[in-house]
């Protein structure tokens, strides 16, 4: 099964560079393949990092110009979706910058928040904690949950656990060193546990 | 090893990323220390339900749309560069 999936990774990739490769010498049609392969993942990334409807849209045509416009820059050293990734990361960030001028945002200076990551909370969770709620109000703690999260956290775990990115693939996308990156994940993935918790944890009476 | 070093190696026990002998020693401080078990698997769970949950989707309207936009844009530029590379050729000649 990973041989399988190694081989179609492989096989993707090429694909991939020869759709940049296209899309440099001029052929749109080649770089629409691209955008249709990563829009979904851009918007969601540029929605967590803005956490606005609106940016995230602005950030997806953005993202995407400004990779066409500088794909003779790109160089193939990199995968072009961890590329476009960091481009993305970038225009959400100038995005949060104009609309909360009077907070700097920057994802390269370690993050001090006033809840540290020793956990407090530590009842079991419901077998199937999700099933406790409708998809609406699911959704609804989700999104509170993680929009607390400190931004430089918060980018870290969407890229690395909800994108699925490596710890080196998300390091080079935010321009972070590898063990920034890590503590950042372990902290964002406390964080976001001991918070759940309070929806999640097992009640008595609950089935064992 | 305590709980305070079972922490720290988290992350990379939850990813697989660790050798065979930390991993044998994180597994016997879990067999015995209730409260890193717990954190440890409603943290695999917190990691899950945030891999699974579609939160931010893109309607298909709106991608299709962005889609046309981003296209339109692209060949725009795309022509301008070709214009101004002719008017540079034509200004050698």
């Known amino acids: 099964m990973a041989t399988i999936q190694k081989v179609n990774e492989q096989a993707g990739s090429t694909d991939e560079l020869a759709l940049v490769e296209s899309a440099k010498a001029g052929d749109i049609s080649a770089f629409e393949e691209l955008v249709r392969r990563y829009d979904r993942n851009v918007f969601r990334i540029a929605q967590h990092i803005t956490q606005n409807r609106e940016d995230a849209e602005d950030v997806v045509q953005d993202a995407f110009l400004k990779a066409y416009g ?76 993680i929009q607390g999260l400190p931004s430089g956290f918060r980018t870290v775990f969407v890229l690395r656990d909800v994108e699925g990115l490596s710890t080196e693939e998300t390091a080079e996308a935010l321009g972070l060193s590898i063990p920034a990156v890590k503590s950042r994940l372990l902290r964002a993935r406390l964080q976001l546990r001991e918070r759940l918790s309070k929806y999640f944890k097992r009640r008595n009476g609950d089935a064992k | 090893m305590n709980c305070s070093d079972f922490l720290k190696e988290l992350t990379d026990y939850l990813d697989g990323a660790i050798d065979a ?9 879990l067999a015995w220390c209730h409260n890193c078990f717990v954190v440890c698997n409603t943290t695999k769970m917190t990691i899950e339900i945030y891999r699974d949950s579609e939160l931010y989707e893109l309607p298909d309207d709106l991608r299709t749309k962005l889609r046309s936009a981003i296209v339109t844009k692209c060949q725009q530029s795309h022509a301008d560069t070709s214009a101004k590379d002719q008017a540079i050729t034509d200004k050698k000649a």
């Open chain 1, 70 to 145: 500088n794909l003779a820059q790109f160089q193939g050293q990199s995968k072009f979706y961890t590329w476009l990734v960091r481009i993305a990361v970038n225009e959400a960030l100038m995005k949060l910058r104009r609309r909360r001028p009077e907070r700097t945002v920057s994802l390269d200076q370690d993050v001090e928040t006033d809840e540290d990551s020793i956990p407090r909370e530590v009842a079991d969770w419901s077998p199937n904690p999700e099933q406790q709620y409708s998809q609406a109000e699911l959704r609804d703690i989700l999104q509170k949950t």
């Open chain 2, 21 to 29: 002998r930390t991993k044998a020693e994180l597994d016997e401080h």
